[in-house]
Nanobody, 123 residues
């Protein structure tokens, strides 16, 4: 199983980026999906996730209203649309897949991690 995130880059505050994560080796339909980020010197934190159950979503308070998670099961792709970016969004972003059925169970049941993509937001 492989997950590969892409789409990061250097942008100015207020601009947008769309991250993509291509999944190979399994069927995306059967898994909950999510995005995490890790800034220098800080622990990795959850940004957003989407469950297999009704595709319910979770967003960290810091990104609510600005980020949108989505999935294309036919293409085995996961996306994170990031709008109104802020300097504090600067981090390496990772996609991850969980066997959890519900959003609340996502973190403890993560099975696969992807390689990250760097997002840098300048002020």
């Amino acid at each position: 199983v492989q997950l590969q995130a892409s789409g990061g880059g250097l942008v100015q505050a207020g601009e947008s980026l769309r991250l993509s994560c291509v999944v190979s080796g399994l069927k995306l339909t059967d898994y909950s999906i999510g995005w995490f980020r890790q800034a220098p010197g800080l622990e990795r934190e959850g940004v957003s996730c989407m469950s297999t159950y009704r595709q319910n979503t979770y967003y960290d308070d810091s990104v609510k209203g600005r980020f949108t998670i989505s999935r294309d099961n036919d293409k085995n792709m996961v996306y994170l649309q990031m709008n109104s970016l802020k300097p504090e969004d600067t981090a390496v972003y990772y996609c991850a897949m969980s066997s959890a059925y519900y959003v609340d169970d996502y973190h403890p049941n993560i099975m696969y991690w992807g390689k990250g993509t760097q997002v840098t937001v300048s002020s």
